[in-house]
């Protein structure tokens, strides 16, 4: 079993305020979870309005489904134009 372990820190341009944020953030993980079947939170940066941390889980049988699956997240990321993703990291366990 393997478990995979993105760690994002992504940059919201167009966010406000907190709620501008607050939306924002929610999409994206509703979205991530719907599409790749993760686990998704909000890790750091809580009271920043441009800024956002997050981690997001996923665990396979297989240690190679698991990495490819925490690379596709971090490209679906990476090519959402409401955000900048400004650094990532795949750990897989």
């Known amino acids: 079993m393997a478990v995979a372990v993105v760690s994002l820190r992504i940059s919201l341009p167009g966010a406000q305020s907190l709620k501008d944020k607050r939306r924002i953030v929610r999409s994206l993980k509703d979205r991530l979870r719907r599409r790749f079947n993760v686990a998704v939170a909000e890790m750091d940066h809580h009271d920043v309005w ?3 941390s997050l981690a997001i889980v996923t665990i396979s049988p297989d240690g190679a ?12 990321v990476g ?15």
């Open 50 to 52: 441009q800024t956002a």
């Open 65 to 76: 489904f698991a990495r490819s699956t925490a690379s596709q997240v971090a490209g679906f």
């Open 79 to 93: 090519s959402d134009p409401k955000l900048s993703l400004l650094d990532y990291k795949v750990e897989v366990f």
